[in-house]
């Protein structure tokens, strides 16, 4: 298994522009949900899904959006990027809402 | 969910013991206690947790006191590899997805 997957590990964007991070995992869990990382910070939950078709908005929503078409896939999309989306991202999928959460190694987002 | 407190940071000695306490006084009773770490740059890693019992698996052991406001999770024979940060969480195993990841005990394991 190769866990939970996240691409890129690295991007830089221009104010405004707009992009997708990528996170799958081949568990087969239901549950999967993108935090945020700042600097000496913990994680905060931005979206989550209890599994295909269905997604939900966690603590710091704004700006992203989130769509679950498949079990495995679980995008993260930047709409218009902004520096204060400067972060590292953190994808995490679980086999159900109370069990154990896997995180993957994260992508880490420039925003100029 | 409860609120956590940990110490900001502690060393430890190559191969001795590393104790990590956790102070959660207002725990109910169906909240578990998870422990996640993070070695540096990586995505958080879980650990164990534990309700009430004390728990041990291949990484560590939970000790949870008997009146639940506090534990302490030990890393047996501490290596280098273990510097990281971790983070004790309370948290009920409900319909609440978050996990509430608060600033965590910074452990420098050295030679």
């Known amino acids: 298994n190769a866990g939970v997957t996240q691409t890129p590990k690295f991007q830089v964007l221009k104010t405004g522009q707009s992009m997708t991070l990528q996170c799958a995992q081949d568990m087969n869990h239901e549950y999967m949900s993108w935090y945020r990382q700042d600097p000496g910070m913990g994680l905060r939950l931005i979206h989550y899904?209890?599994?295909?078709?269905?997604?939900d908005q966690g603590e710091v929503p704004n700006g992203y959006n989130v769509s679950r078409s498949t079990t495995e896939d679980f995008p993260l999309r930047l709409l218009s990027a902004a520096p204060s989306q400067t972060s590292v991202y953190f994808c995490a999928s679980s086999l159900g809402v109370q069990e154990t959460q896997y995180f993957g190694p994260g992508t880490r987002l420039l925003v100029l | 969910d409860a609120k956590t407190t940990q110490p900001p940071s502690m060393d430890c000695a190559e191969g001795r013991a590393a104790n990590l306490p956790c102070n959660h006084s207002t725990i109910s009773g169906n909240e578990y206690v998870y422990w996640y770490r993070q070695i540096h740059s990586q995505g958080p890693q879980y650990i164990i947790h534990g309700l009430k019992n004390n728990e041990t698996n291949e990484m560590a052991s939970l000790i949870i006191t008997e009146d639940r406001k506090s534990s302490t999770l030990i890393l047996p024979h501490a290596t280098l590899r273990d510097t990281a940060v971790y983070y004790c969480i309370v948290r009920v195993r409900s319909n609440d997805y978050k996990l509430s990841f608060g600033a965590g005990t910074t452990v420098t394991v050295r030679a």
């Open positions: 899904s209890v599994g295909a078709g269905i997604t």
